[in-house]
């Protein structure tokens, strides 16, 4: 079972930026589409934001309308390590913060049941 790391989270204040990263242990996240989700307690798992396998042409990045503008998805050069940059925190962008990942096709890529691979969180507070 392959499974992604994340690390990153922390409490930071509000207004403030953290940057998570995901990568995978013996494989790499090169060949996948991935994104990150984020859940708080009694509410349903929420897809923040995705990016497709590296060398995938066309529109490949996507965000929920709730983070679009604060925070950017990213690999690094060679496709390994995928992060999330959070700029503008507020306090409802508290969570813990999952990394996943899919090798099939993907429909609706901000949605938990599209991905077969999940790590265990990162937990984001923002607070003052």
């Known amino acids: 079972h392959l499974q992604p790391v994340e690390s990153g989270g922390g409490l930071v204040q509000p207004g403030g930026s953290l940057r998570l990263s995901c990568v995978g242990t013996?494989?790499?996240?090169?060949?996948?589409?991935v994104a990150w989700f984020r859940q708080t307690p009694g509410k349903e798992r929420e897809g923040v934001a995705y990016?497709?396998?590296?060398?995938?042409?066309?529109?490949?990045?996507d965000y929920s309308d709730s983070v679009k503008g604060r925070f950017t998805i990213s690999r690094d050069d060679d496709g390994k390590t995928v992060y999330l940059q959070m700029n503008s925190l507020k306090p409802e962008d508290t969570a813990v913060y999952y990394c996943?990942?899919?090798?099939?096709?993907?429909?609706?890529?901000?949605?938990?049941?599209?991905?077969?691979?999940w790590g265990q969180g990162t937990q984001v507070t923002v607070s003052s």
């Open positions: 013996g494989f790499t996240l090169r060949y996948y589409t």
């Open positions: 990016i497709c396998r590296s060398g995938k042409t066309g529109s490949c990045i």
């Open positions: 996943a990942f899919t090798g099939g096709v993907v429909i609706r890529p901000l949605s938990p049941g599209e991905y077969d691979n």
